[in-house]
Protein backbone atom coordinates (compact mmCIF):
# COMPACT_ATOMS: atom_id res chain seq x y z
CA UNK A 1 0.00 0.00 0.00
CA UNK A 2 2.79 2.12 1.15
CA UNK A 3 3.90 2.20 -2.36
CA UNK A 4 0.76 2.18 -4.47
CA UNK A 5 0.78 6.10 -2.49
CA UNK A 6 4.72 6.79 -3.51
CA UNK A 7 3.97 5.94 -7.30
CA UNK A 8 0.61 7.95 -6.89
CA UNK A 9 2.60 11.14 -5.15
CA UNK A 10 5.13 11.19 -8.03
CA UNK A 11 2.63 10.88 -10.58
CA UNK A 12 0.56 13.67 -9.23
CA UNK A 13 3.37 15.97 -8.59
CA UNK A 14 4.78 14.89 -11.85
CA UNK A 15 1.90 16.16 -13.60
CA UNK A 16 1.65 19.46 -11.48
CA UNK A 17 5.00 20.19 -12.16
CA UNK A 18 3.75 19.72 -16.51
CA UNK A 19 1.22 21.66 -15.97
CA UNK A 20 3.42 24.92 -13.59
CA UNK A 21 5.70 24.00 -16.67
CA UNK A 22 3.01 24.54 -18.96
CA UNK A 23 2.20 28.23 -17.41
CA UNK A 24 -1.01 27.16 -15.31
CA UNK A 25 0.54 28.95 -12.29
CA UNK A 26 1.60 31.80 -14.36
CA UNK A 27 0.42 35.48 -13.55
CA UNK A 28 -1.59 37.25 -15.85
CA UNK A 29 -1.29 40.66 -16.48
CA UNK A 30 -3.02 43.48 -18.91
CA UNK A 31 -2.21 46.32 -19.94
CA UNK A 32 -2.94 48.74 -22.85
CA UNK A 33 -0.08 48.81 -25.48
CA UNK A 34 -0.46 49.42 -29.35
CA UNK A 35 0.37 46.57 -31.50
CA UNK A 36 1.27 46.75 -35.36
CA UNK A 37 1.59 47.79 -37.83
CA UNK A 38 2.43 44.47 -39.89
CA UNK A 39 1.25 42.43 -42.22
CA UNK A 40 0.20 38.63 -42.51
CA UNK A 41 -0.29 35.84 -44.59
CA UNK A 42 -3.59 33.94 -43.08
CA UNK A 43 -6.38 31.08 -44.41
CA UNK A 44 -10.20 31.78 -43.30
CA UNK A 45 -11.20 28.86 -41.17
CA UNK A 46 -15.17 28.04 -39.98
CA UNK A 47 -15.35 25.70 -37.11
CA UNK A 48 -14.34 24.70 -33.89
CA UNK A 49 -10.82 26.44 -32.86
CA UNK A 50 -9.06 23.52 -31.25
CA UNK A 51 -9.07 22.43 -35.10
CA UNK A 52 -7.44 25.60 -36.24
CA UNK A 53 -3.92 23.42 -35.59
CA UNK A 54 -4.41 22.08 -39.07
CA UNK A 55 -5.12 25.16 -40.88
CA UNK A 56 -1.45 27.08 -39.34
CA UNK A 57 0.01 23.70 -40.79
CA UNK A 58 -1.36 24.42 -44.25
CA UNK A 59 -0.41 27.63 -44.22
CA UNK A 60 3.25 26.45 -43.33
CA UNK A 61 3.33 24.17 -45.98
CA UNK A 62 2.74 26.76 -48.61
CA UNK A 63 5.03 29.45 -47.30
CA UNK A 64 8.01 27.18 -46.57
CA UNK A 65 8.63 27.16 -50.52
CA UNK A 66 9.95 30.50 -50.25
CA UNK A 67 10.07 31.30 -46.99
CA UNK A 68 12.26 30.25 -43.46
CA UNK A 69 9.32 29.86 -41.24
CA UNK A 70 11.31 29.20 -37.89
CA UNK A 71 11.56 32.71 -37.88
CA UNK A 72 7.79 34.02 -38.46
CA UNK A 73 5.69 34.56 -35.55
CA UNK A 74 2.23 33.15 -35.67
CA UNK A 75 -1.14 35.00 -35.60
CA UNK A 76 -4.61 33.75 -34.81
CA UNK A 77 -7.62 36.15 -35.27
CA UNK A 78 -10.37 34.83 -33.56
CA UNK A 79 -13.98 36.49 -34.39
CA UNK A 80 -16.20 34.38 -32.13
CA UNK A 81 -17.25 34.35 -28.92
CA UNK A 82 -17.41 30.23 -27.95
CA UNK A 83 -19.82 30.99 -25.40
CA UNK A 84 -22.24 32.48 -27.78
CA UNK A 85 -21.42 31.05 -31.38
CA UNK A 86 -22.01 27.30 -32.10
CA UNK A 87 -18.99 25.17 -32.76
CA UNK A 88 -19.11 24.61 -36.07
CA UNK A 89 -20.10 28.41 -36.88
CA UNK A 90 -16.80 29.81 -35.17
CA UNK A 91 -14.58 32.04 -37.61
CA UNK A 92 -11.47 32.48 -37.46
CA UNK A 93 -8.10 33.27 -39.71
CA UNK A 94 -5.04 31.54 -39.17
CA UNK A 95 -1.49 32.40 -40.48
CA UNK A 96 1.92 34.39 -39.92
CA UNK A 97 3.09 37.58 -39.74
CA UNK A 98 5.60 38.40 -42.59
CA UNK A 99 8.15 40.76 -43.50
CA UNK A 100 8.02 42.72 -46.75
CA UNK A 101 11.09 41.24 -48.47
CA UNK A 102 9.35 38.00 -47.44
CA UNK A 103 6.16 38.55 -49.11
CA UNK A 104 8.15 39.93 -52.16
CA UNK A 105 10.01 35.92 -51.90
CA UNK A 106 6.83 34.43 -52.08
CA UNK A 107 5.74 36.22 -55.43
CA UNK A 108 2.41 34.75 -55.94
CA UNK A 109 0.20 34.07 -53.00
CA UNK A 110 -0.72 30.33 -52.65
CA UNK A 111 -4.11 29.63 -53.72
CA UNK A 112 -6.17 29.74 -50.53
CA UNK A 113 -4.21 32.46 -48.39
CA UNK A 114 -4.68 36.07 -47.96
CA UNK A 115 -2.27 39.33 -47.69
CA UNK A 116 -3.47 41.49 -44.60
CA UNK A 117 -2.43 44.36 -42.85
CA UNK A 118 -3.22 45.25 -39.53
CA UNK A 119 -2.24 48.75 -38.52
CA UNK A 120 -1.04 50.06 -35.26
CA UNK A 121 -4.29 49.76 -32.88
CA UNK A 122 -4.27 50.74 -29.43
CA UNK A 123 -5.34 46.82 -27.64
CA UNK A 124 -5.84 45.33 -24.00
CA UNK A 125 -2.73 43.15 -24.36
CA UNK A 126 -1.84 40.08 -21.70
CA UNK A 127 1.14 37.48 -22.25
CA UNK A 128 0.97 34.20 -21.35
CA UNK A 129 4.33 31.29 -22.12
CA UNK A 130 4.58 28.94 -24.65
CA UNK A 131 6.38 26.43 -23.59
CA UNK A 132 4.32 22.94 -24.52
CA UNK A 133 1.40 22.13 -26.60
CA UNK A 134 -0.79 22.52 -23.28
CA UNK A 135 -0.02 26.44 -23.46
CA UNK A 136 -2.58 26.63 -26.22
CA UNK A 137 -4.87 25.55 -24.36
CA UNK A 138 -4.48 26.84 -20.92
CA UNK A 139 -3.34 30.37 -22.30
CA UNK A 140 -6.83 31.21 -23.76
CA UNK A 141 -8.56 29.91 -19.95
CA UNK A 142 -6.07 32.37 -18.26
CA UNK A 143 -6.06 35.53 -20.31
CA UNK A 144 -9.34 35.87 -21.85
CA UNK A 145 -11.61 36.08 -18.21
CA UNK A 146 -8.62 38.44 -17.19
CA UNK A 147 -9.10 41.01 -20.62
CA UNK A 148 -12.80 40.43 -20.39
CA UNK A 149 -12.44 42.03 -16.53
CA UNK A 150 -10.12 44.62 -18.04
CA UNK A 151 -13.18 45.26 -20.63
CA UNK A 152 -15.14 46.11 -18.00
CA UNK A 153 -12.93 49.09 -17.16
CA UNK A 154 -12.16 50.14 -20.53
CA UNK A 155 -14.10 49.96 -23.44
CA UNK A 156 -12.74 47.39 -25.93
CA UNK A 157 -14.86 46.89 -29.42
CA UNK A 158 -15.03 43.15 -28.32
CA UNK A 159 -15.13 42.37 -32.58
CA UNK A 160 -12.22 39.85 -32.64
CA UNK A 161 -9.56 38.42 -30.20
CA UNK A 162 -6.06 37.97 -31.47
CA UNK A 163 -3.22 36.01 -30.34
CA UNK A 164 0.39 35.85 -31.55
CA UNK A 165 2.48 33.17 -30.94
CA UNK A 166 6.45 34.28 -30.89
CA UNK A 167 7.95 30.59 -30.52
CA UNK A 168 11.69 32.43 -30.51
CA UNK A 169 10.89 34.44 -27.04
CA UNK A 170 8.58 31.73 -25.80
CA UNK A 171 5.10 33.65 -25.28
CA UNK A 172 1.97 33.95 -26.32
CA UNK A 173 0.36 37.68 -26.82
CA UNK A 174 -3.01 37.92 -26.41
CA UNK A 175 -4.37 41.17 -27.55
CA UNK A 176 -8.10 42.72 -28.14
CA UNK A 177 -8.81 46.09 -29.68
CA UNK A 178 -9.70 48.98 -27.58
CA UNK A 179 -11.95 51.54 -28.58
CA UNK A 180 -11.41 55.46 -28.59
CA UNK A 181 -12.76 56.88 -26.10
CA UNK A 182 -15.81 58.94 -26.16
Known amino acids: MKKV ?10 VLCFMGYSGIFSSVVITEKEIGPFTMVVKKHTGSYY ?15 SVDTKKLKGVGLYYDD ?10 SECGFIIEKADLEKLGTVPEGLIVKDFKKTLCAVGEFPLTTFLSYMIGPARVYPKIEEFGKKKKLTGDFGMELYDHQSGKIVYCMPVAEKK
Request: glycine share 2%.
Open 82 to 91: PAKVKEEQLR
Open 51 to 65: KTGAVFDEVEKALKK
Open 5 to 14: IIVFAVLVAA
